[in-house]
C-alpha cells in the first residue's frame, strides 16, 4: 500500500488546540491555517508514477492541468459543498475570490479556472516532488500558512516522504480481503467487522436481524479503534490481536441477537456530535489486471477553507483527524484515544478504506468517500459481493452506519424501511437519518471470463466505464 497520508508539522504538540482552559477549540483544528497538515498527495502521484506508471507524470497530470487553465462547469454538487462551508470560505480573500462571487454562490454551471492551480501543477509534472515540495511552491505554501497563523516550515515540506505498507490482509469465508494499512483505520475496522460477523450466522437471519449483527460488529471495531488505533510508526498498536479470528469470537460471543448492547457498557467517552462530508475515490482495472484502489482526502469539503496565495493548492484539514485532547471529538463525531494524539511528523488516522476483494473466479475493488462512515459503506458493499452481486448493486446498498459514538445508526433516505426501524428500535438502537452520503465505485473483473464490469454511486457524482484506451 502506497501512504501518501498528510503528516502533522515538525512544530505540532499534543496540546496545540486547546485553550488556557483546556478545551478543545474546534475552529483550530477544522479551519484556517493551523488545521493544515503537511501534504502527501503530490509526493503519492510523483512515486506511483515513477514506479508504476507506463505514462510520464506530465502526461497523466495533463488533463487536469487542462481542466484547472480552461476552467471547468461547476456542478449542483459542488454549490452544495459550497454552501456547507461558505462561512469558512468568506474569511480568507484568496479562496473567497476564487469560489465564490461577492461572498455568493456562483451559479450551476459557471466556469471555474484556476490558472495558478495549472501552474502548481506544471511544477510537479517537470520537477515531480521537489516540484511541489521545494523551491517556489513550497516557499509560497509555507509562506501563506506561516501569514495565516500556521506553523508548517520549508523543513517540513523538503522532509515529506511516502510510506509504503503491507496492507492489512483477511479472509471473510470465500473471500480474500485486501485494505488499507493504518494509518488509515480502514483495514482494521473492516477485517475485524468482518471476522465478528463470520463467527455469526449471517445467512439463516431474518433481514433486521442481519442488520443488527452488522450494527453490534461495527460497534465493537468502532470501539477498538476509539482504544488502540494510530500511527503505528509512533504507538503500539495491538493490529495482530485486533485482526485475529479468536479475538473476534469473543467479541462476537457479547452479541446478542434480541438486543442491542449500549456503546457505554464498553467503555465511558465524551458525548459525540455530527461532521462533514469529504473525500474522492478511484477504482482501476486495467486489461493486464493491474488494480487500483485509491482515496484521496482533504477531509472537509474545501479543507481549511483556505488557499495558499499564488498556488490555489487548497489546503486540507486532515489535522482534526487527530484527537485534539483525550476526550475530543472530531468533525466526523468519532472517539479516540492516547494512540491517536498529535505528535510532531505524525500521521493522523483516516477512515479511508481503499479495498481488493477476491473470490474463486472473480476480483473486484472498490472505496467511497464519506468519512467515518466509508468503513460500513464498504462492508456493506463487501457482504453484497458475497453475495455474488455485481458493481452496480455493490454501489446501490441500502446504507446504514454504527461507529461506537455516538450510540446512534446512522442511515441513509431508503437505507432503512418502517419495518426494519420499529424493529431495529425495539432492540434498542437509537436511529437517526442522515443525507445520502455515498460515492462509492465499483469494478470488477471476471478471472476467467475476462468481462470488466464497473459502477459509480446514483447518489454521488463520478461516472464508471469499461473503456479500451488507446496510447
Ligand atoms: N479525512 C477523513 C479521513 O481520512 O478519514
Not at 496545540?16 to 484556517?32: A, E, F, I, T
Not at 462571487?101 to 490558472?115: F, I, M, S, Y
Not at 469465508?173 to 493504518?182: F, M
Not at 426494519?420 to 438502537?429: I, V
Request: hydrophobic fraction near 40%; aromatic fraction near 6%.
Amino acid at each position: 500500500m502506497l501512504d501518501g497520508r498528510e503528516k502533522s508539522p515538525l512544530a505540532a504538540h499534543k496540546d496545540m488546540y486547546l485553550d488556557k482552559q483546556g478545551q478543545v477549540n474546534k475552529q483550530l483544528s477544522l479551519n484556517g491555517a493551523l488545521a493544515a497538515g503537511i501534504p502527501g498527495m503530490s509526493a503519492a502521484l510523483v512515486y506511483l508514477s515513477k514506479n508504476y506508471g507506463e505514462l510520464s507524470l506530465a502526461k497523466s497530470l495533463a488533463p487536469a492541468i487542462r481542466h484547472a487553465e480552461q476552467g471547468f462547469a461547476i456542478s449542483e454538487r459542488h454549490r452544495k459543498l459550497l454552501r456547507f462551508r461558505q462561512s469558512v470560505l468568506k474569511q480568507q480573500t484568496e479562496i473567497a475570490e476564487l469560489f465564490l462571487v461577492d461572498g455568493e454562490l456562483p451559479k450551476k454551471g459557471t466556469l471555474l479556472q484556476q490558472k495558478a492551480l495549472a501552474e502548481t501543477l506544471r511544477q510537479i509534472a517537470v520537477k515531480g516532488k521537489a516540484g511541489f515540495y521545494q523551491g517556489d511552491i513550497a516557499d509560497k505554501l509555507v509562506q501563506s500558512v506561516q501569514e495565516l497563523g500556521g506553523i508548517w516550515q520549508l523543513e517540513d515540506l523538503k522532509k515529506y516522504q511516502v510510506k509504503l505498507r503491507q496492507p492489512v490482509v483477511g479472509q471473510y469465508k470465500e473471500l480474500q480481503i485486501t485494505s488499507a494499512a493504518l494509518p488509515s483505520a480502514g483495514g482494521t475496522l473492516l477485517v475485524e467487522t468482518l471476522n465478528i460477523l463470520e463467527t455469526l450466522d449471517l445467512e439463516s437471519a431474518d433481514e433486521i436481524t442481519h442488520q443488527h449483527l452488522i450494527i453490534e460488529s461495527l460497534r465493537h471495531a468502532f470501539h477498538d479503534r476509539a482504544l488502540y488505533l494510530g500511527d503505528d510508526d509512533f504507538v503500539a498498536v495491538p493490529s495482530e490481536r485486533l485482526l485475529n479470528k479468536q479475538y473476534a469470537y469473543g467479541l462476537a460471543s457479547s452479541i446478542r441477537a434480541d438486543k442491542s448492547l449500549k456503546s457505554d457498557a464498553l467503555s465511558g467517552y465524551s458525548k459525540a456530535q455530527q461532521g462533514g462530508r469529504n473525500t474522492t475515490h478511484f477504482s482501476i482495472i486495467d486489461d493486464q489486471g493491474n488494480r487500483v484502489a485509491a482515496t484521496l482526502s482533504i477531509n472537509f469539503p474545501f479543507g481549511a477553507g483556505i488557499v495558499a496565495k499564488g498556488t490555489v493548492v487548497v489546503l486540507n484539514n486532515e489535522m482534526d483527524d487527530f484527537q485534539a485532547s483525550e476526550k475530543a471529538v472530531n468533525g466526523y463525531g468519532l472517539v479516540g484515544g492516547k494512540a491517536n494524539l498529535i505528535a510532531p511528523e505524525k500521521r493522523m488516522l483516516s477512515s479511508m478504506n481503499p479495498s481488493f476483494v477476491e473470490q474463486q473466479g472473480r476480483i473486484g475493488v472498490l472505496g467511497t468517500l464519506g468519512g467515518s462512515r466509508i468503513p460500513s459503506m464498504v462492508l456493506l458493499a463487501i457482504l453484497d459481493f458475497a453475495k455474488g452481486n455485481d458493481p452496480s448493486s455493490q454501489v446501490r446498498v441500502k446504507r446504514f452506519h454504527h461507529q461506537y459514538k455516538p450510540d446512534i445508526v446512522h442511515y441513509e433516505k431508503g437505507g432503512l424501511n418502517e419495518t426494519e426501524m420499529l424493529a431495529l428500535k425495539k432492540l434498542g438502537h437509537q436511529l437517526k437519518q442522515y443525507y445520502n452520503y455515498g460515492n462509492m465505485q465499483a469494478v470488477q473483473l471476471g478471472k476467467s471470463t475476462g468481462i470488466l464490469s464497473a459502477a459509480s454511486d446514483p447518489c454521488g457524482e463520478g461516472f464508471a466505464s469499461v473503456q479500451k484506451i488507446s496510447q
